[in-house]
């Protein structure tokens, strides 16, 4: 039997709408993980509204951006989707994403993205 696989996630950030009107910050760079192992990326944000939405998508080798889960500010209770857990802590301006029994196939760069409401209609 061989070696589990390596996974590698590669952070980066996106900003939805303006760049002045907010902020997304992503310190983590490249991890290389264990297959079944869980993995938490984090995420920094500045937001200028009370309503604001943050997402999380993934990018494989093939290129094309994958939509993965998201958190609405104005709901307390933290999001989960399948294999993906957030961590949504409003008081500090931070999200993070859990990834549980991480398959060889979550090789990708993570984005986390932000929306204010107040462009919801830009």
Same mark, same amino acid.
């Given at each position: 039997? !061989?070696?589990? !696989? #390596? ?9 939805? /709408? ?23 990326? @984090? ?17 494989? #080798?093939? /290129? ?10 104005? @709901?307390?209770? @933290? &999001? ?6 957030? @961590?949504?802590?409003?008081? &500090? ?27 919801? !209609?830009?």
């Amino acid at each position: 039997m !061989g070696l589990p !696989g #390596l996974l590698r996630a590669v952070i980066a950030s996106v900003c939805l /709408g303006p760049i002045m009107a907010q902020k997304v910050t992503q310190n983590q760079s490249e991890i290389s993980v264990l297959e079944k192992e869980d993995v938490t990326l @984090n995420c920094a944000y500045e937001a200028n509204s009370y309503t604001y939405y943050l997402f999380w998508y993934k990018q494989p #080798l093939s /290129g094309e951006m994958i939509f993965l889960i998201h958190q609405e500010s104005y @709901n307390e209770l @933290n &999001t989960t989707k399948g294999q993906y857990f957030l @961590n949504f802590q409003k008081a &500090t301006s931070s999200i993070s994403l859990t990834i549980t029994d991480l398959q060889l196939e979550d090789s990708a760069v993570y984005f986390c993205a932000l929306r204010d409401h107040s462009e919801a !209609g830009a």
